[in-house]
Every structure is written in structure tokens, then in C-alpha cells.
């Protein structure tokens, strides 16, 4: 099976699983223990805060360790200080659902799937406490102008929180650049095992923890850590970024060539190398994704937390995507281990299958 769905979940890299297998098997105490097996379990705990700190460009004192990045957008949004929340419609659910929760203002987007800074401004209310707006879109890979936000949020005095889940490990990330106060990311998503994730904390901010029962992290996130997967995302936050923009590039490029009528949503806009959102009008793209599967090609219809949604892509809706279109949509998202002759390979088995699907359907003319 070649592998085109790295934005819903990449493979354990070899040296990722490595590490895992090691603490796993040799490293069972509890960090919080003073013996010699719960130090021992402290020492590859901090070893991976600090790598992932180098990851963000941050101190290892600002990283608390999650779940995930659910749980890391949940502990931003929801723990930040009371008031009113500014974010936007084409959020991950873990945002968007958390900030609703709060009466949030939810900002619209412009058809790259952009949102405008001044948008967020004239958002902004007196008793406005959190800007969340992520960095990168999980669905189409659009870049947002986290920089312009932070400015905005600095300016007003309010926190700004962005999901950097799909962003980590696929470009250069400086949290303290960006201007971020939190920032999200997810282990998963850049070759660690699923359940480990993490939250930019700057120095000095103040976060409810969403859980209680104990002090770890720094009073943060109660709950023994999971040991061996933050000693896997330690590892894997130091692997070399995956050089995806040009094989993403040739994707785009063959697949405008060769299939009449391809919309690529988004690429008006900056994005990470690594995504290409592509509809084909005429068809339903979960028949295309089956039919992929079936020729040896993973990719997907949009989000994976959102598989088995009937209604439209909410992003795609966001941008003014008409259903039918957001509905023959399909995300193809690279990563470490692609190579020119997959894309090659995936882009004959794209042509092949959206034509026979096209004549199998009564929308397409």
C-alpha cells in the first residue's frame, strides 16, 4: 500500500520505534518516584521535553505533555482565562467545539480559505480573553497569518493560542517568532505513536488544568505521564523534516495535466509542502478513495475525525465551496517515505479511476 494520509496519521519512523520498544521494555518506573527506576523514567521524560522545546524553539519548562492534540487545543481553549474567545470557521473540531462552548465569535475566511487579520480585530470585545487560530489547515494545508493574529492579540492584551497539530515537523516552527502564548501540537502527526501530544506554555501564563487528581506537569495536566510515548515523540521531534514540496508540486502539476475539470482548493494561498486538496467534479470521493484503495493507494476525503460525516467538509463550506464539489473532494497528504515514482503511480491510478467513475455518473457531462 503506498501511503498518501500523513494529515490523519504518519507511520512510526524506525528510530521513533526504537526508542518506544526500549522504554517499553527497560524503563517501567514512575517519574514522580525518587528511586533509581522512577528517576530513571524522569531522566527520558525531560531528555523529550527538551526536544521538543528545540522543536518549537522554546524552553523545556513551557512544554506540558497530553494526550494528544485534542487534549492540547482542549487545555488551551477551555483553560485559558474566562471571557469572551475570537476563532475561526475552518478550525479543527477539538478548537472549534471547545470555543463554542465558551460563546466564542467564530470569524469567516475568504475562498483560499484565509483569514484576515482585521477580521480578527474587529472581532475583538473588551472582555475578549483568547485568539485561537491555527497555523496550518488540516484539510487543505492552507497557512493562516498566525504572525499578523499575534500582533493583533498583543496589541489588545488577550492571549493567543494556535493549533500547530499539522504545522510541527513539517516546517520550521519558532513559537516565539510566531508570537504564540500556546500552541498545539500532535506526536502522531509527525512520526510518533498516537497518544502523546504537547502544549506551548509561555512563561507566565496562567492555565486551568482540565484535569485534577495531581501536580504533574507542572500542575498542568494531572496524570502519571505516558512515558514511552513522549519518549518516542522526543525522538521523532528530532528527525529531519520530510522534503515534500516537490513532490507535492509534481502531484498538482500531472494531475492538472491529465484529469479534465481538477479544482485544487487553496492553492492560491501558502500552505504546508506536504498537502494537496483536490476535487473532481462529477464524482463522490469516497468512491474515489475506495478505488484507490483497491489499486494500492491510501488518501482520504478530509478529516479523519470527521469520517463517516455525511454532510460537507465544514473548511471547504467555510471557503464557499459548493457541496457538490466539497463532496467530490479528496486530501491527499505526503510525508516521509513518499517518492517521485509513488506520485507517478498515484496520479495514473487518479486518471484511471476518476474516468471510470465519471462514466458511471449522471452529474458529469
Do not use: W
Not at 526504537?18 to 517501567?28: D, I, Q
Not at 485559558?80 to 470555543?99: D, F, Q, S
Not at 483497491?294 to 465544514?314: D, K, W, Y
Not at 457541496?323 to 515514482?341: F, Q
Amino acid at each position: 500500500m503506498r501511503y498518501f494520509d500523513h494529515n490523519a496519521t504518519s507511520p512510526i519512523a524506525p528510530e521513533v520505534l526504537e526508542v518506544l520498544t526500549r522504554v517499553l521494555a527497560e524503563v517501567f518506573g514512575n517519574p514522580s518516584s525518587i528511586h533509581t527506576p522512577g528517576q530513571q523514567a524522569r531522566k527520558e521524560v525531560e531528555a523529550a521535553r527538551a526536544a521538543v522545546a528545540r522543536l518549537l524553539g522554546c524552553g523545556p519548562k513551557e512544554v506540558v505533555f497530553t494526550s494528544g492534540g485534542t487534549e492540547a487545543d482542549n487545555l488551551a481553549v477551555l483553560g485559558a482565562p474566562e471571557g469572551h474567545v475570537i476563532t475561526t470557521a475552518i478550525e479543527h473540531p477539538a478548537v472549534l467545539e471547545a470555543a463554542r462552548r465558551r460563546g466564542a465569535t467564530v470569524v469567516r475566511v475568504d475562498g483560499q480559505g484565509r483569514v484576515d487579520p482585521d477580521d480578527i480585530r474587529e472581532a475583538l470585545r473588551p472582555d475578549t480573553a483568547l485568539i485561537s487560530v491555527m497555523h496550518a489547515n488540516n484539510e487543505t494545508g492552507v497557512l493562516q497569518p498566525v504572525e499578523e493574529i499575534a500582533a493583533v492579540a498583543r496589541e489588545a492584551g488577550v492571549l493567543f493560542h494556535s493549533d500547530g497539530v499539522q504545522a510541527a515537523g513539517r516546517i520550521a516552527v519558532d513559537v516565539k517568532a510566531l508570537g504564540a502564548d500556546l500552541y498545539s501540537i500532535s506526536g502522531h502527526k509527525f512520526h510518533a505513536p498516537k497518544g502523546v501530544g504537547a502544549l506551548y506554555v509561555r512563561d507566565g501564563v496562567k492555565l486551568v488544568s482540565r484535569q485534577v487528581g495531581g501536580r504533574h506537569e507542572r500542575e498542568r495536566r494531572a496524570g502519571t505521564e505516558n512515558v514511552p510515548g513522549i519518549a518516542a515523540m522526543g525522538a521523532a521531534a528530532q528527525l529531519p523534516r520530510a522534503e515534500t514540496a516537490p513532490l507535492r508540486d509534481r502531484l498538482e502539476e500531472l494531475a492538472l495535466e491529465r484529469i479534465p475539470d481538477v479544482v485544487i482548493h487553496g492553492r492560491g494561498a501558502p500552505r504546508v509542502p506536504n498537502t494537496s486538496n483536490m476535487a473532481f467534479p462529477g464524482i463522490e470521493a469516497e468512491a474515489l478513495v475506495i478505488a484507490l484503495d483497491l489499486a494500492g493507494f491510501a488518501v482520504s476525503t478530509g478529516a479523519a475525525c470527521s469520517s463517516g460525516a455525511t454532510r460537507p467538509s465544514h473548511v471547504l463550506e467555510a471557503m464557499g465551496v459548493p457541496p457538490a464539489l466539497s463532496k467530490a473532494s479528496v486530501r491527499i497528504s505526503l510525508g516521509r517515505g513518499n517518492t517521485m515514482a509513488d506520485v507517478e503511480a498515484l496520479v495514473e491510478a487518479l486518471e484511471k479511476a476518476v474516468a471510470r467513475l465519471r462514466k458511471l455518473s449522471p452529474a458529469y457531462a
